[in-house]
């Protein structure tokens, strides 16, 4: 039974920055995607960034790409995402996923699939 447990966010500035991080637990395969997802009060949840742990597949959304930087430590089996000039608008609560029915693909999360295996959360907001 895979777990998946998110540290990082809080409050912001716009401008700013904040790191977030998805430690996994429980997972057999050797590589798979850790996906973020984020939503917001009213809003449909968005596949936002994913990375396989291997580094053989990587996919940011069109909202954040250039700002988010997705990277893995296979060692740790830790994911991060760093989100740099954050706006107002990436304020959401943010969750880790993945699903081991995708392989280590990142397409699922590109085209927002149910996953099997979420973190809890963490709220993300940028404010000033």
């Known amino acids: 039974q895979a777990q998946l447990v998110e540290s990082g966010g809080g409050l912001v500035e716009p401008g700013g920055s904040l790191s977030l991080s998805c430690a996994a637990s429980?997972?057999?395969?050797?590589?798979?995607?850790i996906g973020w997802f984020r939503q917001a009060p009213g809003k449909e949840r968005e596949g936002v960034s994913c990375i396989s742990v291997r580094n053989t597949s990587m996919y940011y959304a069109d909202s954040v790409k250039g700002r988010f930087t997705i990277s893995s430590d296979y060692a740790k089996s830790t994911v991060y995402l760093q989100m740099n000039s954050l706006k107002p608008e990436d304020t959401a609560v943010y969750y880790c996923?993945?699903?081991?029915?995708?392989?280590?693909?990142?397409?699922?999360?590109?085209?927002?699939?149910?996953?099997?295996?979420w973190g809890k959360g963490t709220l993300v907001t940028v404010s000033s």
């Open positions: 429980g997972v057999t395969a050797d590589d798979y995607f």
């Open positions: 996923a993945t699903d081991l029915r995708y392989g280590s693909s990142c397409y699922a999360v590109a085209l927002n699939y149910g996953m099997d295996y």
